[in-house]
Antibody
Framework: QVELVESGGGVVQPGGSLRLSCAAS????????IHWARQTPGKGLEWVGF????????HYADSVKGRFTISRDNSKSIVYLQMNSLRTEDAALYFC??????????WGQGTLVTVSS | QTVVTQEPSFSVSPGGTVTLTCGLS?????????PSWYQQIPGRAPRRLIY???SRSSGVPDRFSGSILGDKAALTITGAQADDESDYYC??????????FGGGTKLTVL
């Protein structure tokens, strides 16, 4: 069965860095694009970015552009979200999700990022 | 700056019908935005209900349907049940591998 598992969340100081991972299983990983999205406690979902199946093309929300980088290792079925220059407003539950026909059909359970001094 | 708009909250009686909408601050929503809809309990993973405007995800009851109504995407729940009480989000494709979520609608069934 399709499964996505995020990891790497934790507590980081403002200005710090963190790398999240999204490990996939149960499907042909290299054939699918992957989204990252986040949700601040008590707030709505925010789309963070997307990486195409081959890994060459990546796109980001304006709020993270220039600070966050998405990459993938198709040999390991993992997508990464490198987060630099973190701000307090980046604190959220981060989800990865598989893209199918411009939508997210399977989601992970999320990993929590706290940005605090 | 483009914003995806949703009603912040909505209420429906058990057995009733409710239509949630998803609009754009600066344009009309069309099928080219490939609207998708998600149900979410806060803190848990969203569940996809509808994709490409009106295709229902596997296992989703047929009381959920999607459409374009005027200049907005719409999610209609016909015969609402108590366990439909949840947050609902739409997601639009903006082109160039960029997507946006709406602010979400908190649906109460009472």
């Amino acid at each position: 069965q399709v499964e996505l598992v995020e990891s790497g969340g934790g507590v980081v100081q403002p200005g710090g860095s963190l790398r999240l991972s999204c490990a996939a299983s149960g499907f042909m990983f290299s054939s699918y694009g992957i989204h990252w999205a986040r949700q601040t406690p008590g707030k709505g979902l925010e789309w963070v970015g997307f990486i195409q199946s081959g890994g060459t093309n990546k796109h980001y929300a304006d709020s993270v552009k220039g600070r966050f980088t998405i990459s993938r290792d198709n040999s390991k079925s993992i997508v990464y979200l490198q987060m630099n220059s973190l701000r307090t407003e980046d604190a959220a539950l981060y989800f990865c999700a598989r893209d199918v026909r411009y939508s997210c059909d399977y989601w992970g359970q999320g990993t929590l990022v706290t940005v605090s001094s | 700056q483009t914003v995806v708009t949703q009603e912040p909250s909505f209420s429906v009686s058990p057995g009733g019908t409710v239509t949630l909408t998803c609009g754009l601050s600066s344009a009309s929503v069309s099928t080219s935005h490939y609207p998708s809809w998600y149900q979410q309990i806060p803190g848990r993973a969203p569940r996809r209900l509808i994709y490409t405007t009106n295709s229902r995800s596997s296992g989703v009851p047929d009381r959920f349907s999607g459409s374009i109504l005027g200049d907005k995407a719409a999610l209609t729940i016909t015969g609402a049940q108590a366990d439909d009480e949840s947050d609902y989000y739409c997601k639009l494709y903006m082109g160039g591998d960029i997507w946006m979520f709406g602010g979400g609608t908190k649906l109460t069934v009472l």
